[in-house]
């Protein structure tokens, strides 16, 4: 008799799927994956990188990376700092006038030279370029709730949460009484965020606007448009991202939607894993331009953790679900190879050396409340290993299966925990059994030993570590669904 039908599991080139009906997991997805990103090139889910402290500073909050040096804002200890990598060095360079601060976004300005301009939504402006020993409060600036460059001006939404307000062309020191626009039937103006060719997005409680550059005096530098009626509210200023003519932005109803000027469209399969916490993790949104990834971070402070969506932009998928052990506060993507000399007295793993040929990778930056992070090779947060876990797509047939056997196309290093998950009726949650620890380095092929029959099974893998699956093949037992109902 034959053993049984042969499944061919592909290589999962459509990313993570979660939480949706089981007959609609395409068998080139992953059901699930935690701590793992999809590789492009090759096809497979692989371990994200594990971080590894490279300074710590009092309580910081938001932050900016110009060339080599980190620009800092530390709220509870109401300095910014200017911390350089190369020499792991900080000083402060903060205004005498300031006595606290919000969060901050940054932006760069040329006038004269070349300044990093500072917007906390609770202060003036503030400016400095690389290599001054303080910060300067500009003094004519409104308190910007939000605020960009646009034509050669500053302009943001200021503090009465209703003006869009800018500064004279060329001149961040100037801002005319003339130069505004209010827009009270908007309730309340929530973020501005470029968006193509000279027209940026404003996003408010009633929908959303386009703010158009145009020739004139300052009174009539910009024009706003409302281009759709009132929408899921934007989450907060820091949830909306400019990516290649459109923005991304995070809504409170715990979705990511796409804007290209026009319509609003929801990135549908995102929706199951950004969990109810999201609403109080004060979450943020960046942009990867290297692999065309955008993060959507959120922190889940009584657990002292943080989770991270990746939206691959370019392919359309789901390309992780990553859990860090600290809350993160910022995170900084840089386009080139930095080419730091990692020399900390403090590091925690001091057996640890890295060549000049591992900073080509270690150029993103995690900013904690106390510490700057930035990912490495070695599979560990700070001293945590990284536990990951995979659960393939459904296997299933025209009635029943029962699996034989199953072998996994993988790379690990650690051992593996298998569980099995076998659902009869295909809309209930699914529960997983512990089955057995193996090497699949040495067998991958696993005997499970199953004994009953079900309309859909699950594998789920759970290591620690270095891990990479590339696909795989099951046996399985049939049979139809009248024995079924006879049995």
Same mark, same amino acid.
């Given at each position: 008799?034959?053993?049984?039908?042969?499944?061919?599991?592909?290589?999962?080139?459509?990313?993570?799927?979660?939480?949706?009906?089981?007959?609609?997991?395409?068998?080139?997805?992953?059901?699930?994956?935690?701590?793992?990103?999809?590789?492009?090139?090759?096809?497979?889910?692989?371990?994200?990188?594990?971080?590894?402290?490279?300074?710590?500073?009092?309580?910081?909050?938001?932050?900016?990376?110009?060339?080599?040096?980190?620009?800092?804002?530390?709220?509870?200890?109401?300095?910014?700092?200017?911390?350089?990598?190369?020499?792991?060095?900080?000083?402060?360079?903060?205004?005498?006038?300031?006595?606290?601060?919000?969060?901050?976004?940054?932006?760069?300005?040329?006038?004269?030279?070349?300044?990093?301009?500072?917007?906390?939504?609770?202060?003036?402006?503030?400016?400095?370029?690389?290599?001054?020993?303080?910060?300067?409060?500009?003094?004519?600036?409104?308190?910007?709730?939000?605020?960009?460059?646009?034509?050669?001006?500053?302009?943001?939404?200021?503090?009465?949460?209703?003006?869009?307000?800018?500064?004279?062309?060329?001149?961040?020191?100037?801002?005319?009484?003339?130069?505004?626009?209010?827009?009270?039937?908007?309730?309340?103006?929530?973020?501005?965020?470029?968006?193509?060719?000279?027209?940026?997005?404003?996003?408010?409680?009633?929908?959303?606007?386009?703010?158009?550059?145009?020739?004139?005096?300052?009174?009539?530098?910009?024009?706003?448009?409302?281009?759709?009626?009132?929408?899921?509210?934007?989450?907060?200023?820091?949830?909306?991202?400019?990516?290649?003519?459109?923005?991304?932005?995070?809504?409170?109803?715990?979705?990511?939607?796409?804007?290209?000027?026009?319509?609003?469209?929801?990135?549908?399969? !995102?929706? @199951?894993?950004? +969990? *109810?916490? $999201?609403?109080?993790?004060?979450? =943020?949104? /960046?942009? &990867?331009?290297?692999?065309?990834?955008?993060?959507?971070?959120?922190?889940?402070?009584?657990?002292?953790?943080?989770?991270?969506?990746?939206?691959?932009?370019?392919?359309?998928?789901?390309?992780?679900?990553?859990?860090?052990?600290?809350?993160?506060?910022?995170?900084?993507?840089?386009?080139?190879?930095?080419?730091?000399?990692?020399?900390?007295?403090?590091?925690?793993?001091?057996?640890?050396?890295?060549?000049?040929?591992?900073?080509?990778?270690?150029?993103?930056?995690?900013?904690?409340?106390?510490?700057?992070?930035?990912?490495?090779?070695?599979?560990?947060?700070?001293?945590?290993?990284?536990?990951?876990?995979?659960?393939?797509?459904? !296997?299933? @047939?025209?009635? +029943? *299966?029962? $699996?034989?056997?199953?072998?996994? =196309?993988? /790379?690990? &290093?650690?051992?593996?925990?298998?569980?099995?998950?076998?659902?009869?009726?295909?809309?209930?949650?699914?529960?997983?059994?512990?089955?057995?620890?193996?090497?699949?380095?040495?067998?991958?092929?696993?005997?499970?030993?199953?004994?009953?029959?079900?309309?859909?099974?699950?594998?789920?893998?759970?290591?620690?570590?270095?891990?990479?699956?590339?696909?795989?093949?099951?046996?399985?037992?049939?049979?139809?669904?009248?024995?079924?109902?006879?049995?």
């Amino acid at each position: 008799m034959p053993r049984g039908k042969e499944i061919l599991i592909p290589l999962p080139r459509k990313g993570i799927t979660c939480k949706i009906p089981y007959n609609d997991v395409p068998p080139d997805s992953i059901f699930y994956a935690e701590n793992m990103f999809f590789d492009v090139s090759d096809g497979s889910f692989k371990t994200r990188k594990g971080t590894y402290p490279i300074t710590k500073l009092p309580s910081i909050s938001g932050s900016y990376l110009y060339d080599d040096e980190f620009y800092l804002v530390a709220n509870t200890d109401k300095k910014i700092y200017s911390y350089n990598l190369n020499q792991n060095s900080s000083v402060g360079i903060t205004p005498s006038e300031i006595t606290s601060f919000g969060k901050a976004k940054y932006f760069l300005y040329f006038q004269t030279n070349l300044y990093i301009v500072m917007c906390d939504g609770k202060n003036k402006l503030i400016r400095w370029k690389k290599g001054d020993t303080t910060a300067t409060v500009i003094e004519n600036s409104p308190v910007f709730v939000d605020a960009i460059v646009q034509t050669s001006r500053i302009i943001g939404i200021d503090d009465t949460k209703i003006r869009l307000r800018w500064s004279s062309v060329y001149d961040m020191n100037t801002y005319p009484e003339t130069a505004y626009i209010a827009i009270p039937e908007a309730e309340e103006l929530i973020a501005i965020c470029p968006l193509k060719h000279n027209v940026s997005a404003l996003y408010s409680k009633q929908g959303i606007y386009l703010v158009y550059s145009q020739p004139g005096t300052d009174a009539s530098a910009f024009r706003v448009e409302k281009v759709t009626d009132k929408i899921p509210d934007i989450m907060n200023r820091f949830c909306v991202v400019s990516v290649q003519g459109v923005n991304f932005y995070l809504g409170r109803d715990r979705k990511l939607y796409m804007f290209d000027g026009g319509r609003v469209v929801e990135i549908t399969f !995102l929706r @199951s894993l950004l +969990d *109810v916490s $999201v609403l109080h993790g004060s979450p =943020f949104i /960046k942009y &990867n331009p290297t692999s065309d990834w955008i993060y959507i971070v959120w922190s889940v402070p009584f657990e002292n953790k943080s989770k991270a969506v990746v939206y691959d932009f370019r392919n359309n998928i789901c390309a992780g679900y990553l859990i860090y052990p600290y809350v993160i506060n910022d995170w900084i993507f840089t386009f080139a190879i930095t080419k730091l000399v990692w020399k900390d007295a403090n590091m925690l793993w001091s057996d640890a050396n890295f060549t000049w040929e591992d900073t080509a990778f270690r150029n993103n930056f995690l900013l904690t409340s106390n510490k700057i992070y930035t990912e490495t090779g070695l599979k560990k947060d700070d001293v945590y290993d990284i536990i990951v876990e995979l659960i393939l797509p459904p !296997l299933v @047939s025209s009635g +029943d *299966v029962m $699996v034989e056997n199953i072998e996994l =196309f993988v /790379k690990n &290093n650690n051992p593996v925990s298998v569980y099995l998950g076998r659902v009869d009726n295909l809309v209930e949650n699914v529960a997983f059994s512990y089955l057995k620890d193996v090497d699949l380095a040495t067998n991958p092929i696993l005997n499970l030993l199953t004994d009953r029959y079900a309309r859909t099974v699950f594998i789920k893998c759970k290591t620690k570590g270095n891990f990479e699956y590339y696909g795989g093949r099951a046996f399985v037992y049939e049979r139809p669904v009248m024995q079924r109902e006879m049995a």
